[in-house]
């Protein structure tokens, strides 16, 4: 197995590609420095020339707030650029896994959302990664869309290293308390990723790890587990000023993981622990 992952110096990237050489499997990790995802002759011509059996597709224009204003790079990177690694996966016949989000729901109720539900996306950063996998699902029969959420990994910047540094400046630290969802941690789903991509369990799958909290409550576990003494204040969204909107329910459900005999991720409350550990 011959493996391309793009976004390899983004926070799931970096540790895909740390996993597969790990387990000595055959990869190759890119970025922006080795061609423009919005060119579709470098992204095609740089693929077709690797020939990978598998390309897990984490690059993505990911900044929520700016994507807002930004809206026509989001769409070339987040749309365009994703049809154009699809269009090479199909000529190459390989695999394809696209990384994809909670965001492409509307947050409404306080089920888990299941693989089945419509998106409904309330922002552009949602309504762009939809649209990827849309174009992921009109090209290729060999594909594996895998919806995460609040994501955190020790290559880049998370919730869990704002909180850190936030509570060794404050006292006091003012956390949304209204959206509900599950942390995942990258070196958790990476391991997914690579079992997944063995195997022809081809749709659509959520994955995070185990357990549901309000980013209030994320970061009141992240201060617990780091023994560090601030007083976390919970409030409501509504009170914050930001461009996008962003969902009050991420919950996502797994039933189709567990169908496929795949294993769910560990309690998020223990890889917290593991994080803060391998980053102290």
């Known amino acids: 197995m011959k493996v391309l992952v793009t976004g390899a110096d983004g926070q799931l990237g970096y540790d895909v590609v740390k996993k597969l050489k790990e387990l000595n499997i055959e990869h190759i990790g890119v970025d922006k420095e080795d061609f423009d995802l919005t060119n579709e002759k470098e992204t095609k011509d740089f693929i077709l020339d690797y020939k990978p059996d598998v390309i897990v597709h984490c690059a993505a224009y990911t900044d929520v707030d700016q994507a807002e204003v930004e809206k026509e790079i989001c769409y070339q990177v987040n749309v365009e650029g994703t049809r154009y690694v699809a269009e090479a996966a199909k000529k190459l016949n390989a695999k394809m896994l696209y990384i994809s989000t909670d965001y492409v729901f509307d947050g409404q109720g306080e089920e888990p959302f299941e ?6 996306p309330i922002n552009y950063y949602g309504e762009t990664k939809y649209q990827g996998e849309q174009e992921v699902q009109n090209l290729l029969d060999k594909y594996f869309i895998v919806r995460t959420s609040w994501v955190f990994g020790e290559h880049g910047d998370n919730f869990v290293k704002t909180m850190l540094k936030l509570g060794k400046e404050r006292d006091e630290i003012s956390v949304v308390a209204d959206q509900y969802g599950s942390p995942t941690y990258t070196v958790d789903l990476a391991k997914l990723i690579v079992e997944m991509i063995k195997t022809d369990k081809y749709g659509i799958y959520h994955a995070t790890n185990e357990g549901f909290c309000s980013w209030y409550e994320f970061a009141e576990e992240i201060f617990r587990s780091k023994n560090i003494d601030v007083k976390v204040k919970p409030v409501n969204s509504d009170g914050l000023e930001t461009i996008a909107k962003r969902p009050n329910n991420s919950r996502l459900s797994k039933m189709f993981l567990i169908k496929n ?20």
Not at 115 to 120: A, G, I, K, L, V
């Open 261 to 280: 005999h795949f294993k769910v991720l560990r309690n998020y409350k223990i890889s917290v622990k593991d994080f803060i550990d391998k980053i102290r």
């Open 115 to 120: 693989m089945t539900d419509q998106p409904n």
